[in-house]
């Protein structure tokens, strides 16, 4: 009992963290607050779903459960007589109904919240942050890494972000049709970064979380819907990109959960009906003012037309980076764009490429990773285990760990 109601208590919060919390500020109005409630509720949860069992609907549960702590909490207030007014009058004391996502317009309180957090009065990068620790429940050390930025300055962040949505007067809606092409970049930027965590988990012994790649998946179509007749390129980019990743989820671990690298996985595995789909909206991103996410789809695109690795067009992909670093000029472009010439011309090449971004990449896992292959590629196995250990040295997950650890030993 013990067990399973732990194990309950885990699967609500990793699929609906986002839809509570997302809730409870429509209802409440306060960031931290709802944060607090949803974690004390969940707490609550742990204990007495041992005693009495797992409730027929769990996430209402909680729901419920949070509203009576932040009543609580208003009534141990010294001003309750006039809050409790205010709140007599709003959506707090009315009973919880859930929508139904799938069938109404635009109901969903998660659509919301993205939108309240991708408010052009906060910074871009606090904009994402905040939408990542609220709305995907991800740790703030989860954030930190898909920015590369340390723990600390990303938590400063997020507090200010909150401070400046409660002095401001943030509104929590959905905006109107002619502010949404100024909101939207954010937005298709946290939806992706949602995806990113999931595709590759920061932490813990699963390298993928099906859960937060499908709430991204879920959340871009329904973004995507918003701006329907003529949705951004940049929105069918981002659709398609995150469809053609996910489509290889089930080749891309053994039964062990270790990690198997692309031109390693079982092509019979991929989701062929979900690339069908995703390469239709590649083509039609592609074909509009392209942006980095039709590019990025793109290049997953000519990974999935390849039934066997050797068929892969490198240099269209190499091309296609080189594109891309045109319009993004990052670190990590430039990594992925070695990577892609190095396949089409050789590892030397890559790794010339892979040393001028060296110093700025030198705490990112994935740079000693690449790197450590192309040298295992040219034969110099004393350098590439050197790489391989600082990969080790700087990777998280146990996935990845292990799988680096096995490449460690089969190049001695």
Same mark, same amino acid.
């Given at each position: 009992?013990?067990? &399973?109601? %732990?194990?309950?208590?885990?699967?609500?919060?990793?699929?609906?963290?986002?839809?509570? +919390?997302?809730?409870?500020?429509?209802?409440?109005?306060?960031?931290?607050?709802?944060?607090?409630?949803?974690?004390?509720?969940?707490?609550?949860?742990?204990?007495?779903?041992?005693?009495?069992?797992? *409730?027929?609907?769990?996430?209402?549960?909680?729901?419920?459960?949070?509203?009576?702590?932040?009543?609580?909490?208003?009534?141990?207030?010294?001003?309750?007589?006039?809050?409790?007014?205010? %709140? !007599?009058?709003?959506?707090?004391?009315?009973?919880?109904?859930?929508?139904?996502?799938?069938?109404?317009?635009?109901?969903?309180?998660?659509? $919301?919240?993205?939108?309240?957090?991708?408010?052009?009065?906060?910074?871009?990068?606090? $904009?994402?942050?905040?939408?990542?620790?609220?709305?995907?429940?991800?740790?703030?050390?989860?954030?930190?890494?898909?920015?590369?930025?340390?723990?600390?300055?990303?938590?400063?962040?997020?507090?200010?972000?909150?401070?400046?949505?409660?002095? #401001?007067?943030? *509104? /929590?809606?959905? *905006?109107?049709?002619?502010?949404?092409?100024?909101?939207?970049?954010?937005?298709?930027?946290?939806? /992706?970064?949602?995806?990113?965590?999931? %595709?590759?988990?920061?932490?813990?012994?699963?390298?993928?979380?099906?859960?937060?790649?499908?709430?991204?998946?879920?959340? #871009?179509?329904?973004?995507?819907?918003?701006?329907?007749? $003529?949705?951004?390129?940049? #929105?069918?980019?981002?659709?398609?990109?995150?469809?053609?990743?996910?489509?290889?989820?089930?080749?891309?671990?053994?039964?062990?959960?270790?990690?198997? +690298?692309? @031109?390693?996985?079982?092509?019979?595995?991929?989701?062929?009906?979900?690339?069908?789909?995703?390469?239709?909206?590649?083509?039609?991103?592609?074909?509009?003012? +392209?942006?980095?996410?039709?590019?990025?789809?793109?290049?997953?695109?000519?990974?999935?037309?390849?039934?066997?690795?050797? $068929?892969?067009?490198?240099?269209?992909?190499?091309?296609?980076?080189?594109?891309?670093?045109?319009?993004? =000029?990052?670190?990590?472009?430039?990594? =992925?764009?070695?990577?892609?010439?190095?396949? !089409?011309?050789?590892?030397?090449?890559?790794?010339?490429?892979?040393? =001028?971004?060296?110093? &700025?990449?030198?705490?990112?896992?994935?740079?000693?990773?690449?790197?450590?292959?192309?040298?295992?590629?040219?034969?110099?196995?004393?350098?590439?285990?050197?790489? %391989?250990?600082?990969?080790?040295?700087?990777?998280?997950?146990?996935? @990845?760990?292990?799988?680096?650890?096995?490449?460690?030993?089969?190049?001695?």
């Amino acid at each position: 009992m013990l067990t &399973d109601a %732990y194990a309950a208590v885990d699967a609500v919060y990793r699929s609906d963290w986002g839809r509570i +919390v997302a809730t409870l500020i429509r209802l409440h109005g306060d960031f931290d607050i709802a944060e607090e409630a949803a974690q004390e509720a969940f707490a609550v949860a742990a204990d007495q779903w041992m005693a009495s069992g797992i *409730p027929e609907h769990p996430r209402a549960w909680i729901i419920q459960t949070a509203r009576h702590k932040i009543i609580d909490r208003i009534r141990r207030q010294k001003n309750f007589a006039e809050k409790s007014q205010s %709140y !007599a009058r709003s959506e707090m004391d009315r009973v919880v109904v859930e929508p139904n996502y799938e069938k109404s317009d635009f109901p969903d309180d998660r659509l $919301q919240l993205i939108f309240t957090c991708c408010h052009p009065a906060l910074a871009p990068e606090v $904009q994402v942050a905040l939408t990542l620790r609220t709305l995907g429940g991800l740790q703030t050390d989860e954030i930190a890494r898909a920015f590369l930025v340390p723990e600390a300055t990303m938590a400063q962040r997020i507090v200010r972000a909150k401070k400046k949505i409660r002095d #401001a007067k943030i *509104p /929590y809606k959905v *905006p109107e049709a002619a502010e949404i092409p100024a909101r939207v970049e954010a937005v298709l930027t946290v939806i /992706y970064l949602i995806f990113n965590e999931g %595709y590759a988990a920061t932490r813990g012994p699963a390298l993928v979380r099906g859960d937060l790649c499908g709430e991204a998946i879920r959340l #871009a179509r329904l973004v995507r819907t918003l701006m329907m007749p $003529q949705p951004p390129t940049e #929105a069918t980019g981002l659709l398609a990109l995150m469809l053609l990743h996910d489509s290889r989820r089930d080749a891309r671990l053994d039964e062990a959960g270790d990690l198997i +690298v692309l @031109e390693e996985q079982d092509r019979g595995l991929w989701n062929r009906a979900q690339i069908a789909e995703a390469l239709q909206l590649a083509e039609e991103a592609f074909r509009g003012d +392209v942006g980095p996410f039709a590019i990025q789809a793109a290049i997953a695109a000519e990974h999935c037309k390849a039934s066997r690795p050797e $068929q892969t067009d490198w240099p269209r992909i190499a091309a296609l980076y080189g594109l891309l670093e045109e319009i993004q =000029n990052s670190a990590v472009v430039a990594l =992925n764009r070695a990577v892609a010439v190095a396949m !089409a011309q050789g590892p030397e090449s890559g790794l010339r490429l892979i040393e =001028n971004i060296a110093a &700025d990449l030198d705490e990112y896992h994935l740079l000693h990773a690449a790197k450590a292959d192309l040298l295992r590629r040219a034969g110099d196995s004393p350098a590439a285990a050197r790489s %391989y250990k600082r990969a080790l040295e700087l990777a998280t997950n146990d996935s @990845e760990r292990r799988y680096l650890e096995r490449r460690l030993r089969e190049i001695f």
